[in-house]
T-cell receptor, first 108, second 114 residues
Framework: KNEVEQSPQNLTAQEGEFITINCSYS?????LHWLQQHPGGGIVSLFM???GKKKHGRLIATINIQEKHSSLHITASHPRDSAVYIC??????????FGTGTRLQVFP | DTGVSQNPRHKITKRGQNVTFRCDPI?????LYWYRQTLGQGPEFLTY????????KSRLLSDRFSAERPKGSFSTLEIQRTEQGDSAMYLC????????????FGSGTRLTVV
């Protein structure tokens, strides 16, 4: 079993839909990251969370430390949101452990 | 500062050849990480440095892989006698210890072994 699990693995949506991607982890962490990766490989950091909730534009990230679970929400999805979204946890030994990613495709 | 820079962006090599990749982190960042990512998978940890010291090396790394960060600034990752299974995206990331600072990733080096 992977230390960081994401679901779903693949997600398709129509433009405008509300999207949720889930992440569960089994190790002690100091922070959790949500990352976005476009074709070509570049990774962009969206959020770093250690508690509660953060919002940036149409993106919202939440974390429940007790349940070891985080969610990334995208409101009013748009085709340009199409990418791979990766959950990664910063372990207590300061190492990033990645989930396998969720491939999102948003169709017009 | 232009972020984390990786060179080259793409490398095609013949099986058995040696390759070397370079990563230039953000100058104030003392931690530098190397990851490998194959198609459809999340990045896998390879090794990391704090300043010039290599603190951990993954068991995934065979003896053909070596990494250095000689002056605590840029880092190189060398693969000797490349194999087709080494084909992957090699990612570098940097951060600062002790602070709630996120990681900054480079654009990666895509290696294709033919």
């Amino acid at each position: 079993k992977n230390e960081v699990e994401q679901s779903p693995q693949n997600l398709t949506a129509q433009e405008g839909e509300f999207i949720t991607i889930n992440c569960s982890y089994s190790v002690g962490i100091s922070a959790l990251h949500w990352l976005q990766q476009h074709p070509g490989g570049g990774i962009v950091s969206l959020f770093m969370l250690s508690s509660g909730k953060k919002k940036h534009g149409r993106l919202i990230a939440t974390i429940n430390i007790q349940e070891k679970h985080s969610s990334l929400h995208i409101t009013a999805s748009h085709p340009r949101d199409s990418a791979v979204y990766i959950c990664a946890v910063r372990s207590n030994t300061d190492k990033l452990i990645f989930g396998t990613g969720t491939r999102l495709q948003v169709f017009p | 500062d232009t972020g984390v820079s990786q060179n080259p962006r793409h490398k095609i090599t013949k099986r058995g050849q040696n390759v070397t990749f370079r990563c230039d982190p953000i100058s104030e960042h003392n931690r530098l990480y190397w990851y490998r990512q194959t198609l459809g998978q999340g990045p896998e940890f390879l090794t990391y440095f704090q300043n010039e010291a290599q603190l951990e090396k993954s068991r995934l790394l065979s003896d053909r892989f070596s990494a250095e960060r000689p002056k605590g600034s840029f880092s190189t990752l060398e693969i000797q006698r490349t194999e087709q299974g080494d084909s992957a995206m090699y990612l570098c990331a940097s951060t600062v210890t002790g602070l709630q600072v996120g990681y900054t990733f480079g654009s990666g080096t895509r290696l294709t072994v033919v």
